[in-house]
């Protein structure tokens, strides 16, 4: 009777071990998923950042005929207004992925 309690004591041992082992692996696939997610969305944002500015200027540039300091001007309130966007946007975007896992 004790060899057959002792194994499976020792069955259920290996099994809680499995079960924390597969909770793990699950848990840490998780991680990579949002990790590479948060990547994707920052590389997104940068690009966006600090393109649609000086796109946006030299636009105004070509078109209107704007001075330099007017464009250097105009380029620092469209960077500060992006930065502005992009943090708001990132925190609502890091507390999604945060809670729905």
Known sequence: MEGREDNR???DEVWK???VLEYDKVQIE????NKRK???IQLRWI???FGAPIILSLILFLRTGVGIVQLT???LVFLIASQ???????REVKRRIYYEY
């Open 9 to 11: 004591k020792y069955l």
């Open 17 to 19: 071990r499995v079960n």
């Open 30 to 33: 998780k991680i990579k998923e």
């Open 38 to 40: 948060l990547k994707k």
């Open 47 to 49: 690009l966006l950042i």
């Open 73 to 75: 001007a105009v380029t």
């Open 84 to 90: 502005i966007y992009e943090y708001f946007l990132f």
